[in-house]
């Protein structure tokens, strides 16, 4: 059986046999399981994938172990569960995992009919297609009558459709499950591009057989803000998930990093304070502990950390960070004030 | 006691607790039954109701009329993104239903041939089929497609440089594509003349087989029928000025247009299916061939009919009553096998009711249908097969 039958099969299950009044308290099923379940992609480089020594490497992979140092105040107290796009939606809706850290793109359908919350965005991405060079093609404008292979189960389908719709061009897709396949299946020629979100295809394109024979067009044809994602119906899990998010953004603004933590808790700034529970409150209201913020920065570090630690100049991917930078430098990282 | 008048009998028979009659004591116990049954399943559809609006998940069938916003791949009627997701559905049933005749055809035919060469008295024919059963049989399905599917995008050329064996045939890692006859109205004309020649060919069948019971004289009916068969049409192909235009696929931009495309996800597919399935229908041939008596084949051989009359007359008839019931398995096993596609990118129904899982979240809907249209198929060929089962069977005196 494919392992999407799996999961659809287990939502299934979980439909029909859970008992419909305790919904709510995903905070106390996490804390007496004693460890995080969360979701990850497990096979895109920079976001989710094990390293050679099997440790867990990627920047959705550190925003869900910011997630675990907030409620237990260890982020090693995660576990991960590699899921392909088709499987995600089910495994969240079906409870196999608590939150999702998987490159997934906030929609309002997501929202509405599939019954889940997406906490605030950890990456500002755009999709873009990745062609070989030696087809000499310059613009997706040019791609008319193209193959073109696609991840199913994704926005990424529904964009393509449209982008060609809307240009009157006629395409055929390959849609194939897992994502290594897929890569295997375009980087031998099976497709004359790739299409995912640019975050995804630089990915790709790192790990290609060479690199250099291949370049991103020049259009994003569409928004793609990721973000972790949660069930619908359990507020205070959200907001735990959503403030996380918030907090690591937060500490970049306040300069606050996995360094120099220790010494910001002498801050006499009362927002510091409060923000990393020298003055108590703010974790209480979430149910955690104050420290919480604390733990987050100290043991995974704030978001421009993160970033440069997974996708940043300094790695394979070299992403800038654009859209991905602090509002106060011309980004869209911005946080709620936390008082 | 033998002697009690029957009036004592139903006298004391009254006296019986009814619970204790076995007839009325079975009605109760499958009352019972069923009213459990009844619990849990108002348990069970009360239960996910109220998790799906807890959820605020949505329900209902409304999603089939809803533009589908996805491309599918390959499709025997028309379609885009701007459909629904009820005839996104279609094309998605329809391309199982594709892969499953053609590989069912080609699977029979297959099958028999390597049965047959089998039980061959050639050394080296029957080693190579034993051979060919051995390593199909036991070697799982999925693999195999990966395999062929990773042969034709790893071996096969670009289209740009694809291979070109015949005029009008390009082999690429796109597919097969073949030139094919340009559309001309002596098509419709010729198709009714081969379903003419179908009917005529199944009447002198009838004739030719009463005239042999009666007089015993042979017709070379194999030859004629045959004849009939290409000739009808040919003649009409004639008489319509012989129409020769061919649509031939040409290289333009990325791809080919024009002829007939097989994608490389539908050869991997219906490859990878025939290939391990006609191992097995081969199994069933040889056992079925088999378990005809040597004694009745000798017999026939005795009474001086020929190798093809034994074939036809004696053995078939007798080994077909013990393969056909094992051989609709196997064509059911192909048709569910075909749900594999999805590992290797061929749009069938799973892959297409997949996505609509997917991108409307209805998992319940969609699991529903997926198998709501395996059991219609597999319902379908099994009464098929079944009605073909009874014809075949031997009639005993």
């Given at each position: 059986?494919?392992?999407?039958s799996?999961?659809?099969?287990s ?7 859970t ?6 308290a ?6 007496a399981?004693?460890?995080?379940v969360?979701g990850?992609?497990g096979g ?7 390293d ?8 959705d992979?550190?925003t ?28 969240l809706?079906?409870?196999e ?13 997501r ?5 889940l ?19 000499g ?12 292979c ?11 459709a ?6 009157k ?5 390959v ?11 375009f980087f031998?020629?099976r ?5 995912s ?7 790709h ?15 994003i ?6 973000a ?9 899990w959200?907001?735990?998930?959503n403030?996380?998010?918030m907090?690591?953004?937060?500490a ?5 990093t996995s ?14 304070q ?12 979430l149910?955690?502990?104050?420290r ?6 100290k ?24 859209l ?7 980004g869209?990282?911005?946080?709620a004030p936390?008082? | ?18 619970w ?36 605020s ?6 999603f ?6 996805f ?11 701007a ?7 279609i ?17 029979l ?9 089998r ?20 070697i ?8 062929w ?14 291979l ?12 097969v594509?073949?030139a ?7 098509h419709?004309?010729m ?22 019971a009666r ?29 020769r ?18 994608s490389?996800?539908?050869i991997?597919?219906?490859?990878g ?6 191992a ?21 051989l ?13 053995i ?15 064509m ?5 096998n ?6 290797i ?10 996505t ?5 979240g ?29 014809k ?6």
């Open positions: 059986m494919s392992s999407l799996r999961f659809t099969l939502v299934l299950l979980v439909l029909l046999t008992s419909g009044s305790a919904g709510a995903t905070l106390e099923e996490v804390r399981r004693g460890y995080l969360a990850v992609n895109v480089f920079g976001f989710s994938m094990p050679k020594d099997g440790t867990w490497r990627g920047l992979v550190d869900a172990r910011a997630v675990a140092a907030a409620v237990f105040g260890d982020a090693g107290k995660i576990k991960f569960t590699a899921l392909t796009a088709v499987q995600r939606l089910p495994a809706q079906s409870k995992i608590d939150v999702l850290c998987r490159n997934t793109t906030q929609t309002l359908t929202e509405t009919t599939n019954g919350s997406f906490a605030h965005v950890n990456f500002y991405d755009g999709q873009g297609f990745l062609i070989a060079k030696k087809l093609v310059k613009s997706a404008k040019e791609l008319s009558g193209a193959t073109v696609v991840l199913p189960g994704t926005t990424t389908e529904l964009n393509a449209d982008f060609f719709r809307k240009n061009m006629a395409w055929k897709p849609v194939i499950e897992q994502v290594s396949e897929l890569g295997k299946a031998a020629g497709c004359d591009c790739l299409t979100d640019t975050s995804q295809l630089a990915a394109r790192s790990v290609a057989p060479n690199p250099d024979d291949y370049i991103l067009l020049p259009e044809i569409s928004k793609e803000p990721l972790p994602v949660v069930r619908h119906g359990d507020d205070q959200y907001d735990i998930v403030w996380t998010v907090a690591l953004i937060q970049e603004e306040f300069g606050i360094a120099n933590v220790d010494e910001m808790l002498k801050s006499k700034d009362p927002q510091i409060r923000f990393l529970g020298v003055t108590p409150g703010l974790g209480q209201s149910g955690l502990n104050d919480w913020a604390y733990h987050i920065i043991q995974v570090g704030n978001y421009g950390e993160i970033f440069d630690r997974n996708v940043g100049p300094g790695t394979p991917l070299a992403l800038p960070r654009g991905n930078d602090l509002w106060t430098n011309g869209l990282m911005y946080a936390f008082r | 006691m033998p002697d009690r008048p029957p009036a004592a009998n139903q006298a004391q028979a009254g006296r019986t607790a009814f204790l009659e076995p007839g009325k004591r079975a009605i109760l116990y499958q009352g019972a039954l069923l009213c459990l049954l009844g619990l849990l399943a108002y348990y069970l559809i009360s239960n996910t109701l109220t998790n799906l609006e807890r959820q998940i949505a329900t209902g069938w409304g089939l009329d809803k533009e589908a916003a491309e599918v791949g390959e499709s025997v009627i028309p379609y885009s993104a459909d629904t997701y009820g005839r996104a559905l094309v998605g049933a329809l391309n199982t239903l594709k892969v499953a005749l053609i590989g069912m055809a080609m699977t035919v297959l099958g028999t041939l390597i049965g047959v060469a039980l061959s008295t050639n050394w080296l024919v029957s080693k190579l089929a034993a051979g060919y059963i051995e390593l199909m049989q036991n799982p399905v999925l693999l195999q497609l990966f395999f599917y990773a042969i034709f995008y790893e071996a096969l050329p670009s289209p740009r440089e694809a070109h064996p015949l005029r009008g045939l390009f082999l690429c890692n796109r597919g594509v073949f094919v006859p340009q559309p001309h109205p002596a419709k004309y198709l009714a003349a081969l379903f003419a020649g179908v009917v005529l060919v199944y009447l002198l069948q009838r004739w030719v087989r009463a005239r042999q007089s015993g004289r042979g017709f070379p009916l194999g030859t004629v029928g045959a004849g009939i068969l290409v000739g009808l049409p040919a003649l009409v192909w004639l008489a319509f000025g012989a129409p235009g061919m649509n031939v696929p040409e290289l333009a931009g990325f791809n080919f247009q024009g002829g007939v495309t097989w490389p996800e539908f991997a597919l219906l490859l299916l025939v290939l391990y399935t006609a097995f229908v081969a199994e069933i041939v040889r056992a079925g061939i088999q378990a005809v008596g040597k004694g009745q084949q000798e017999a026939a005795s009474i001086g009919l020929r190798r093809r009359q034994v074939l036809h007359l004696v078939l008839p007798q080994a077909l009553r013990v393969i056909i019931p094992p051989l609709t398995s196997q059911l096993n192909l048709t569910k075909s749900s594999l596609a999805v590992a990118g061929f749009p069938d129904f799973v892959s297409v009711a997949n609509t899982i997917n991108q409307t209805q998992a319940i809907e969609g699991v529903a249908l997926i198998m709501l249209v395996y059991l219609m198929f597999s319902l379908t060929t099994s009464a098929f097969m079944n009605w073909y089962n009874r075949t069977r031997l009639i005993e005196r």
